[in-house]
């Protein structure tokens, strides 16, 4: 079975400045990775994914993300913020080919003025 | 751009009582799903249908839930008599492709149970 730990429930940051989002994950299987964004009052908005290749995926809004299999990791960051990006991040992880998506419990990105 | 649609956007509803979430998938979508997120806590999978079978469900999914595709736009979720920790916000999601890896998930739908 596969789980993902978001350490980070809050992460408050200045705007302009960097922000990093930790998760990490553990399955016995091979993983698909991902990273939701949900805005307020909003639904579950896709950032980035990681199937396969390279281990330095982009998405949307300039966040990037790196899968670390070493270190079970798919860190989301992000070179400068934006007030618009105060949302709840979302990382998440599937077993390859498969259906369901495990979520972890969100951190929330608070963008300081 | 192509979106899934849920209805209503609220819900509140007696314990006990039935209750029928509605979703609109995208239109050339075959595989569809049910999330949950119960306030404060992660989204949690429910149930994965496809060609009008449920493919997967979790241990969450017991006999009070249901699934169904009435027509060919709909797909709802059904809890027989609700309880109060069925409160939660209800996601639905659908793919062209099937899979984790391309799932496209509605605004969700607010359930309160009194």
């Known amino acids: 079975a596969q789980s993902v730990t978001q350490l980070d429930s809050q992460v408050p940051v200045f705007e302009e400045a960097p922000v990093e989002l930790r998760c990490n994950y553990s399955s016995s299987v091979s993983v698909y990775l991902f990273w939701y964004v949900q805005y307020p009052n909003q639904g579950l908005q896709l950032l980035l994914k990681y199937l396969s290749g390279s281990t330095l995926v982009k998405g949307i809004n300039g966040f990037e993300a790196e899968f670390n299999k070493s270190q079970t990791s798919f860190h989301l960051r992000k070179p400068s913020v934006h007030i618009s990006d105060t949302a709840e991040y979302f990382c998440a992880v599937s077993e390859e080919g498969g259906d369901k998506i495990i979520f972890g419990k969100g951190t929330r990105l608070h963008i300081l003025p | 751009e192509p979106e899934v649609t849920q209805t209503p956007s609220h819900q509140v509803t007696q314990m006990g009582q039935e209750v029928i979430l509605r979703c609109v998938p995208i239109s050339n979508h075959l595989y569809f799903y049910w999330y949950r997120q119960i306030l404060g806590q992660k989204v949690e999978f429910l149930v994965s249908?496809?060609?009008?079978?449920?493919?997967?469900k979790s241990e969450i999914f017991d006999d009070q839930f249901s699934v169904e595709r009435p027509d060919g736009s709909n797909f709802t979720l059904k809890i027989r008599s609700t309880k109060l920790e069925d409160s939660a916000m209800y996601f639905c999601a659908s793919s062209g492709v099937g899979g984790s890896y391309e799932q496209y998930f509605g605004p969700g739908t607010r359930l309160t149970v009194t």
């Open positions: 249908f496809y060609n009008n079978e449920i493919s997967e």
